[in-house]
């Protein structure tokens, strides 16, 4: 990891745009996703695809990339008969390939930020969306723990910005990350909750509570919501507020809904709609706003467009 100061909030100061969506853009992009590890088999079928994504983000204004990582780990990869050490290099590949794409804009600063799922991402059912894991504790702590030590143990030219946990569904997973950060006081993190309402995250608990839990850490940046219907968010905005003073981020879903039935999207989503609602989340106290599944560069463009930028948009 990159030196951070003592205040990890201060290295998102002047950052407002995150990007969107991965997978989706990479199937858009002619990419498999279909398999059990999404857009992580891209890392190594197809990595240009993966920064071309990322460069199409920056082009639209993000400031900040995430990882092609979500679904990168050593349970997730064993899980599907692989190598757990093929993963610790596709999560430190898929760095490289955030910081070629960054590197094509050397007038612009952009951040990276290592995409971390919840241990249900591991799991290939959907369990991050309500948080009832059959493990312990310890089980989550030493999940955590392996991605974590891989990051921190980087070379410089493979170092991220700082880590992003997301789509965490619990407490006790938010808790078990503090547990695993713990011998490594010099990273900085952020932590997103994939949340079933208004104010809850998906396994019940309050999201004031999680992110009360996590702003005790010395090593978060930002707390904020990501994968959840952008109906829920300003409320949400108002929650996070209530719990620290800490940054806050946002990245919703597009607001299609997911038919479990029929595996596939419904609905649409209209890049305009969202990026008046971004404009409320900013209102709210959203300091970064992106996009989670769905989200497009034309969303993330919508968004850039609310805030004046020190370099000028392409139309
Ligand atoms: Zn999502």
Known sequence: MRAIGRDRSRILDGIHILDGGMASELEYLGANINGPLWSAHVLEDAPEKVVAVHRA?????????????YQVSRRGYAEVGLDPARADAALLHSVALAREAASAFPDRRVLIAVSLGPYGAALHNGAEYHGNYDCTFADLVEFHRQRIDV??????????????????????????????????????????????????????????????????????????????????????????????????????????????????????????????????????????????????????????????NPWSLPS
Not at 207 to 221: I, K, S
Not at 281 to 299: K, N, S, V
């Open 151 to 308: 990051l921190a143990s980087a070379s410089p030219s493979l170092a991220a910005d700082l880590l992003a946990f997301e789509t965490l569904p619990s407490l006790a997973e938010a808790e078990a990350i503090g547990e695993a950060l713990a011998p490594h006081p010099e990273l900085a993190a952020w932590f997103a909750f994939t949340c079933r309402d208004e104010s809850r995250v998906a396994h019940g608990e309050l999201l004031r509570q999680c992110a009360a839990a996590v702003a005790a850490l010395p090593h978060t940046a930002a707390i904020g919501v990501n994968c959840t219907h952008p109906k829920f968010i300003t409320a949400l905005i108002d929650e996070l507020r209530s719990a620290s003073g800490k940054p806050i981020i946002v990245y919703p879903n597009s607001g299609e809904g997911w038919d479990a039935d029929h595996r596939c999207w419904t609905g649409s989503s209209d890049p305009a709609e969202y990026g008046d609602q971004a404009n409320a989340w900013r209102a709210a106290g959203a300091q970064i706003i992106g996009g989670c599944c769905r989200t497009r560069p034309a969303h993330i463009r919508q968004v850039a467009n609310l805030i004046p």
């Open 57 to 69: 983000y920056i082009q639209a204004g993000a400031d900040i990339l995430e990882t092609a990582s």
